[in-house]
């Protein structure tokens, strides 16, 4: 089939074909063998491996507190505090709980022995502070307790301690101490979430109630909203409106701006002679712009109308199936479940690398070096991350893609059911076994696509960022790699583009994944105005209901915290988190939503293309009250169920 053949039907058709077939299944045994592979590769690294060594706290000399023990055979103490500069650590019996620049947590006798700098300290007064300079000690700092690590409260006294110190003993040397500041970053932030989840466990009702329970209920309600008689059209026509009238009224403002105006302003005093030369060739590009976009409107104003119609039918169809909001939910159990195992091979696989010193240099002295720990990986290693990570790309992919199909399945079925006022023959468990059974492959085949690509762009970026590393002599390299990394950012839109159209062709007819998208190809390249209109005003839609969701989710939950629990230090901390949960329920509802608009209009091209000579009676009501007019503005009379058409290839439904 090429770009000039429409759709035909299949034999009997009245919907979502019922006779499939197993599609694409050499990609399904692709991704099995690919997560097997993974499994071997994680027993493999639990062998070699020791993950507790990534989950304990280790000190200085890579001893586990609480497990290990020292030369004495006693077992180490559980807690880990700083004990040099590098931020190494020592295992304690508690905490610190007060910051004592006079008290001193050090390391054992013979390591500060082979430490160059301390051998100095018995000749000077500021002997603690040039055991802390050397790397033996640090000061014992006021600390929370955090899984057993004990995070200092403040940073800043350290750092101007070790800077006075530093200019006295090396007459003003260069030290580079800004790291520490991150001491105070971290410990503020550690008492704003203190603070955040006492006031989470007082007014946990009302946050999750709102934050979840309101942003659905509120979904829904924008769903029944946009399905009145004009306020999609109000909506839609009157953004579309703005865009010429903004862009006229900046015209006006620089056609009629006088620089005299602008004289007491010291930002454009001297520079009145440009201003009022380009001000006139600025309104006039304005202009121009405003008229082309009126023209523009005018020109595609029956395509707004289409597209508005289709949002509406959208709507429709997921609120005729109301659990596929939920179905991102299950997604997300199906990514978690992937990610448990995932996690486990990560870890135990990071942890299988050589521990090795490496130097830190505050200052121009290389006897007061500090050491720190790092882990150095063999090759084997660094390609089973590379591994994992590429599995990470496919599997979270061929998740999404999964529900995609699952989604396109659902609403196909609702828009080709003629009676749409009753029970709808599918369900979302249904449509899930169909899906599993006998389109896996062709999601795998897609979502491999996008993994390549996604690999290819981890690839790119390590490359760049070893680029930055070798400093300013390779921007020219820098620069091709980062043009390289757009191109890839937009090969993956395209492709991504393309695939959900290609499960919408699977979903209605069973096709496997390079017919579904050869396709999809074609039939978005004989309606390219269309897809991007209805495109663009699903868009618009999309960010209206998200901001809708949270901004009534977020007053609702202010105004309710602030009525009914007074104990709460920080209404406006979660105020944000309510926001951040209705956001997140608000994104569920506009990507059904997206994939809805999707379905419905590539149904409703498919139905144009088939049943274009005899007409057709699956047109939902949203779209049929749309072409009612399109036909009375033609002096051509259509049925309430039927879209007759006397010549499709000069008469099309709309253009």
């Known amino acids: 089939m090429g770009a000039e053949d429409k759709l035909v039907a299949p034999s009997g058709f009245d919907g979502p074909v019922r006779n499939r077939k197993i599609t694409d299944p050499l990609c399904l045994l692709l991704l099995l063998a690919s997560w097997v592979a993974m499994t071997y590769l994680g027993i493999y690294a639990m062998d070699k491996g020791n993950i507790d ?108 301690v070790i800077t006075n110190t530093v200019n006295d003993y090396f007459d003003d040397a260069p030290v580079d101490l800004d790291y520490l500041k ?46 009145i008689p004009g306020i999609m059209g109000i909506f839609i026509w009157t953004s579309a409106i703005s865009i010429p009238t903004i862009f006229a009224a900046l015209g006006y403002v620089f056609f009629t701006l006088k620089p005299a105006v602008l004289a007491d302003d010291d930002l454009f005093s001297e520079n009145l002679d440009e201003i009022g030369k380009y001000s006139k060739p600025i309104s006039y590009v304005f202009f121009g712009f405003a008229g082309f976009a009126l023209l523009l409107l005018l020109f595609l104003r029956k395509r707004i109308g289409l597209a508005i119609g289709i949002t509406k039918a959208a709507a429709h169809s997921v609120a005729a199936v109301p659990l596929s909001v939920l179905y991102p939910i299950f997604q997300i159990l199906g990514f978690c479940t992937f990610m448990l195992p995932w996690t486990f091979y990560l870890l135990h696989l990071a942890s299988m690398g050589k521990r090795v010193n490496q130097k830190l240099t505050f200052f121009d002295d290389d006897r007061f070096d500090v050491t720190y720990p790092t882990l150095q990986y063999d090759q084997f290693t660094q390609y089973g991350f590379w591994y994992l990570l590429f599995c990470l790309f496919w599997s979270s992919q061929f998740i999404i893609a999964i529900g995609q199909i699952v989604l396109a399945m659902c609403y196909s079925k609702w828009y080709f059911t003629v009676d749409k006022g009753g029970r709808i023959d599918t369900s979302i468990f249904s449509a899930t076994r169909i899906t599993l059974c006998y389109h896996a492959g062709t999601a795998a085949f897609g979502s491999l696509i996008i993994a390549i690509i996604q690999m290819i762009r981890a690839i790119v970026t390590y490359v760049q960022k070893k680029i930055q590393e070798a400093g300013p002599a390779s921007q020219v390299a820098n620069a091709v790699a980062c043009c390289f990394q757009c191109c890839l950012v937009c090969l993956e839109r395209c492709m991504r583009f393309i695939n959900k159209n290609a499960y919408i062709q699977t979903a209605i007819f069973g096709h496997n994944f390079c017919k579904g998208a050869k396709e999809a190809f074609f039939l978005i390249f004989r309606n390219a105005v269309r897809m991007a209109v209805v495109g663009l005003v699903s868009e618009m839609t999309m960010i209206v209901c998200k901001l809708v969701i949270v901004l009534l989710c977020s007053l609702s939950a202010f105004l309710t915290i602030n009525h009914f629990y007074p104990d709460v230090t920080s209404v406006e901390l979660l105020c944000i988190f309510v926001a951040f949960l209705s956001w997140f329920i608000a994104d569920m509802f506009t990507d059904v939503l997206g994939m809805a608009v999707s379905t419905i209009l590539q149904c409703f091209i498919a139905d144009e293309e088939m049943f274009s000579g005899t007409g057709s009676h699956y047109v939902p009501k949203e779209l049929d009250d749309f072409l009612k007019k399109v036909d009375a503005g033609n002096a051509t009379q259509r049925a309430a169920t039927a879209v007759p058409v006397s010549d499709p290839e000069v008469s099309p439904l709309i253009n």
């Open 53 to 160: 060594y990534l989950l304990d706290q280790t000190d200085y000399l890579g001893r586990r507190c609480g497990t290990d023990r020292d030369e004495q055979g006693v077992v180490l103490p559980e807690k880990l505090a700083i004990v040099d500069l590098a931020l190494n650590g020592k295992c304690v019996d508690s905490c610190p709980s007060v910051t004592d620049t006079g008290t001193l947590i050090c390391k054992d006798k013979d390591t500060i022995a082979t430490l160059p700098g301390c051998a100095e300290v018995k000749n000077t007064d500021k002997g603690n502070d040039l055991l802390v300079l050397c790397g033996a000690c640090f000061y014992s700092l006021d600390s929370h307790e955090i899984l057993n690590y004990c995070a200092p409260k403040n940073g800043t006294v350290v750092k101007e």
């Open 182 to 227: 991150y001491l105070d970053v971290g410990a503020q932030t550690l008492v704003y979430v203190e603070k955040f989840v006492k006031d989470l466990v007082i007014a946990r009702k009302a946050v999750f109630g709102i934050g979840i329970g309101g942003a659905v209920l509120s979904g829904f309600l924008f769903l029944f909203v946009i399905r």
